[in-house]
């Protein structure tokens, strides 16, 4: 869509952008291109000078097994996670939609943990699910040995995992109840006088017209969960036990600023970039397909 | 609805409560375990019923933190990401949107791209800009041969540098670099009416008096939903400020809780952890429940 009516002094026009192209310059395109050629350079620490050694850096990451280990680590809480907060989030948006009596209330609270900032609900879980404290305490009592995040890396993913779901749940279903939201009325209730019943509405006419919704959010909870567990993962699991946790964001962290590996730090950015980019891209062109938009 | 389905009813509510629950059970804990002494905190299984040290512990958990500048420390840094979003999207947008000259489309996917690539995975070079940030623009006049003719000409070595680490526009500014603004004024100002712009040029109003005095009062929606997501965002950051503040009186309050960790070893302080807690995750909190009818359309406006 265009304008018909424009202002005819572009001059003055750019004037307007150049705030931003700057800020984009300097603090977008410059790191980003940054990162592209310390990828293939081997850069020493505090401005040591830097060699150039073309794929190395990759050939070296990609040939390290815990790099494996956390893109593997990284798919399990992208995969499990995304899963259920969008599943969750889908079933108490449809059933909020339904507006029984007290369905504000949930419309309201649900979108609490959306303000929550990670770092925080991270610490309020780490201390729910402490194995020597409160609930799972309880449990350990009855089951020596169930639960401890801190020795167990299957446990420390779940408690990550967790915490994470539980945040965009809430931020999932706000989107999930807005399409639904969406759906005229009259077309629910013509089908409800062709006698089909609430499951079947659901399936034949709200879940094919939610489709772009559920699309959207896929690609936003699967990239959100390579970023924005990164404080997550610093609280509750530091990336242990045994690197179980060390998801790839983390890993950059930790290489770059702790390790002060930054040719490789930046090598595991220009992948996980590459990743995001083409998660993007496959989920546009497998799910879109199926997509209905209206 | 549409017909009686008492069944079906009982277990929207039963599962609706669940979710209720589900939502509001880690607050709930948080705040009761916030009024427990060290003794009952630690009790198996912990007691739900609020105990008395509640204000001792928001006390304990302020000192021992030093919340009160970090909160303020997230106060400048949320507001400053906050308005920088909102007035350069704003400009960016009315430049797109009403101007036609060479080079648009380029721009217009320059910054479109900036949505693609979270400051996460750009982090190293990032800091590395920050710490100085006019190395950009010394790369550009050594390669040009800029510095080289300044340097023979005037005798005087170029180089440029301005560290920003541990100061709040290093915080702020790489922030404010992407899209995100943009794109939810660029939708908008398409919905407003050519009639309207044309009678303001009929008016003899030229481009910059169109935007103050029609186009920024028509798009006050928009800055506030915008200015809130961006508030919440900016107070949420952990891994940015984590790293470019080592000076103490540039912390966060969200990069403070991890001090509030208890020790292996030492005491389970987890009645402090959960206060600093609930202090920190209060104020937006508090922001969602205010602003909540503007965010969630701004939400559904930005798809962000």
């Known amino acids: 869509m265009e304008k018909r009516v424009t202002f005819s002094k572009w001059t003055i026009g750019i004037l307007f952008a150049v705030p931003q192209l700057f800020l984009i310059f300097t603090f977008f395109y410059w790191p980003a291109g940054q990162a592209v050629y310390w990828s293939l350079t081997l850069q020493q620490p505090w401005g040591g000078g830097n060699i150039w050694v073309g794929l190395d850096n990759f050939r070296s990451i990609l040939s390290n097994a815990s790099y494996w280990d956390s893109i593997a680590a990284s798919m399990i809480f992208a995969g499990i996670s995304t899963g259920l907060a969008m599943v969750i989030a889908l079933v108490l948006a449809a059933l909020t939609d339904r507006q029984l009596a007290g369905s504000w209330l949930y419309r309201v609270v649900l979108i609490w943990p959306y303000g929550i900032a990670a770092p925080a609900l991270a610490l309020a879980f780490r201390f729910i699910l402490a194995p020597e404290a409160g609930f799972m305490a309880v449990v350990n009592r009855a089951w020596p040995g169930f639960w401890d995040p801190g020795l167990d890396g299957a446990d420390a993913m779940a408690s990550i995992i967790i915490a994470f779901s539980w945040k965009y749940v809430g931020y999932n279903f706000i989107f999930f109840l807005a399409a639904f939201q969406a759906i005229p009325r009259s077309l629910i209730e013509a089908a409800a006088m062709d006698g089909s019943g609430v499951i079947r509405r659901f399936w034949d006419i709200q879940f094919p017209l939610i489709t772009p919704t559920i699309f959207f959010l896929l690609v936003i909870n699967i990239t959100e969960s390579f970023q924005d567990s990164f404080g997550i993962v610093d609280i509750m699991t530091a990336g242990g036990p045994a690197n179980a946790t060390n998801l790839m964001v983390y890993k950059i962290y930790s290489d770059g600023f702790k390790g002060l590996d930054y040719s490789g730090a930046a090598a595991q950015s220009i992948i996980l970039m590459l990743l995001i980019i083409a998660l993007t891209i496959v989920q546009f062109r497998f799910i879109e397909r199926r997509v209905h938009y209206r | ?304």
């Not at chain 2, 500048?69 to 007035?87: D, T």
């Not at chain 2, 949107?97 to 690539?117: A, D, H, K, Q, S």
């Not at chain 2, 982090?123 to 940030?133: E, G, L």
């Not at chain 2, 909190?285 to 009818?293: D, F, S």
């Open chain 2, 1 to 304: 609805m549409v017909e009686r389905t008492p069944i079906l009813n009982f277990f929207t509510h039963l599962i609706l409560f669940a979710g209720f629950v589900f939502c509001v059970a880690p607050f709930a804990i948080v705040a009761i375990a916030a009024s427990h002494n060290l003794k009952d905190v630690n009790d198996v299984p912990m007691s739900l019923l609020p105990g008395s040290d509640f204000w001792v512990n928001i006390k304990t958990a302020w000192t021992t933190a030093d919340l009160g500048p970090k909160l303020l420390n997230s106060f400048i840094m949320a507001f400053g990401v906050a308005a920088g979003k909102v007035i350069i999207s704003a400009l960016t947008a009315f430049s797109i949107v009403y101007f036609r000259y060479p080079g648009r489309m380029l721009m217009f996917w320059l910054i479109f791209i900036t949505l693609m690539l979270p400051l996460e995975v750009r982090i190293v070079p990032t800091y590395a800009v920050v710490a100085n940030v006019l190395e950009p623009y010394q790369a550009i006049m050594d390669l040009t041969g800029l510095s080289w003719l300044i340097e023979k000409v005037s005798g005087v070595q170029v180089s440029l540098s301005l560290g920003l680490l541990n100061s709040y526009s290093g915080l702020i500014l790489p922030l404010v670099a992407t899209a995100t603004g943009t794109f939810l004024y660029r939708q908008f100002f398409l919905t407003v009416p050519d009639e309207l712009t044309e009678a303001a040029r009929m008016d003899g109003a030229g481009a910059l008096r169109f935007f103050v005095d029609i186009l920024l009062p028509l798009s006050r929606n928009n800055m506030a939903a915008l200015g809130t997501i961006m508030f919440l965002w900016a107070w949420n950051q952990y891994l940015w400020p984590l790293l470019i503040t080592t000076d103490q009186s540039h912390a966060m309050a969200v990069t403070e809780l991890k001090q509030l960790i208890p020790n292996v070893g030492g005491a389970p302080e987890w009645h402090i952890a959960m206060a600093g807690t609930l202090i920190v995750m209060l104020p937006p909190l508090i922001v969602v429940v205010l602003m909540q009818r503007w965010f969630v359309r701004g939400l559904i406006a930005t798809e962000k």
